[in-house]
């Protein structure tokens, strides 16, 4: 969704930091190629990355042809991305207009640029809302669903901490959800990784509580016939005493634990878990099955 706004420059950086992370040196010429952007242009990059993450690196080694990085152990490489893509002028505006900030003024001085390049950067960020049908008559307007994708979005991005609770309670019941979820599902396994972005999902629900989602009833229908919706439901039960969430909220709270990745060693469980989601996704999905017997042969 934000990927084609975000700066190149960017984007090279990011890619740049996950290769060295992975293999700690690349080949200069075979990435300028990659990327399609001259050497020295690569050379300008890793140069401004070592620069801005000097913090984190353990050794840096130029060659004629090799450029190398170590970080220093305990980095996370998500703490590093997430500090490159905090550059991102893009992002920056985008998380301004979500805290209600977005006159070309107080933008140029909260970053101490020019009014030229606010417009610029501005124009980026409205044209995002037009290609997404959210700018009409010159007013925005962004359906609530899409405008927590877009606050996830800068959770992962850049770590945003709008709407970020500070109540411990408010964390241990969201913990114990996905506690729940994981138990009862088959025992499924969501990485640290997802439990947070799980909990910074629940956290901004409550955070734009009086806001409306306003959900499509056969996307509610559709929702409601998922088993996991209906576990997320006996979760949330035992958890309204804690969560103070609006009636429909169960709908987004299902997308977030159904977006998710997750593990589970156990191959029985998996298997089952299978069969639950093919019964449900395909055997009973009327237009695919008349697909299926329009393409297979009647025995």
């Not at 979500?98 to 980026?124: M, P, Q, R």
């Not at 500070?166 to 138990?183: F, M, Q, R």
């Not at 709908?251 to 093919?278: A, G, H, P, Q």
């Amino acid at each position: 969704m934000l990927e084609k706004y975000i700066e190149r420059n960017i984007f090279r950086k990011v890619y740049l930091c996950e290769q060295l992370f992975e293999f700690q040196e690349i080949d200069i010429e075979q990435t300028a190629i990659s990327l399609g952007v001259t050497t020295p242009t690569i050379l300008h990059d890793l140069e401004s990355l070592a620069e801005c993450l000097e913090y984190c690196i353990k050794e840096k080694i130029r060659e004629k042809h090799k450029y190398k990085l170590i970080f220093k152990r305990g980095i996370a490489l998500s703490e590093l991305t997430q500090f490159l893509y905090g550059q991102s002028y893009f992002l920056k505006f985008l998380s301004y207009y979500f805290k209600g900030i977005f006159t070309s003024t107080e933008l140029a001085d909260l970053e101490f640029i020019s009014l030229s390049k606010v417009y610029t950067i501005k124009k980026s960020v409205l044209d995002f809302f037009k290609e997404n049908d959210y700018l009409k008559n010159k007013e925005i307007i962004i359906p609530e669903f899409d405008s927590r994708n877009i606050l996830l979005a800068l959770v992962r991005y850049i770590n945003w901490e709008g709407y970020e609770s500070k109540n411990p309670h408010v964390e241990e019941a969201c913990n114990e959800l996905i506690d729940y979820v994981e138990t009862h599902f088959f025992k499924r396994r969501y990485s640290e990784d997802e439990k947070s972005f799980i909990i910074r999902g629940i956290e901004i629900a409550i955070g734009r509580k009086t806001f409306p989602l306003e959900l499509k009833e056969e996307d509610k229908k559709s929702a409601e016939t998922k088993p996991l919706f209906q576990l997320v439901c006996q979760g949330l039960e035992e958890q309204k005493g804690m969560l103070h969430l609006q009636e429909e909220d169960i709908y987004y709270i299902f997308s977030l634990f159904n977006s998710r990745n997750y593990t589970n060693e156990n191959m029985e469980l998996l298997r089952k878990d299978f069969e639950v989601v093919y019964k449900n996704f395909v055997l009973n999905d009327l237009s695919l099955n008349e697909l299926i017997l329009q393409i297979l042969p009647v025995a």
